[in-house]
């Protein structure tokens, strides 16, 4: 079993910027993948972002690039989402997932942590 500990959210007003963090209890086979997802009230849960030992960047969501960047310390076990030039539409519960890389595939999701509120006021 792993575990994922999320850090980093809050409310900041938009142009701002924070930076979200989840650490993963170990490492796995089946939990070298990890990425973001993020979840705004009535709407359905999105991919923003994932990221694979070994693999690099793997997927970034169209509506955040060129704002947001998904980097990992793999000696920690943790991945980072810098999330810079913030708007009302960011403000969502931010979930950190992990999951075996399945090439050619999105990558599975055998991890959650339990989210970490992000607020963008305007």
């Known amino acids: 079993q792993v575990q994922l500990v999320e850090s980093g959210g809050g409310s900041v007003q938009a142009g701002g910027s924070l930076e979200l963090s989840c650490t993963a209890s170990r490492y796995t086979y089946d939990s070298a993948c990890m990425g973001w997802f993020r979840q705004a009230p009535g709407k359905a849960r999105e991919k923003v972002a994932e990221i694979a030992n070994g693999a690099g960047i793997l997927y970034i969501t169209d509506s955040v690039k060129g704002r947001f960047t998904i980097s990992q310390d793999n000696s920690k076990n943790t991945v980072y989402l810098q999330m810079n030039s913030l708007n009302t539409e960011d403000t969502a519960m931010y979930y950190c997932?992990?999951?075996?890389?399945?090439?050619?595939?999105?990558?599975?999701?055998?991890?959650w942590g339990q989210g970490t509120q992000v607020t963008v006021s305007s």
């Open positions: 997932a992990a999951g075996p890389v399945q090439f050619g595939k999105p990558c599975g999701t055998n991890y």
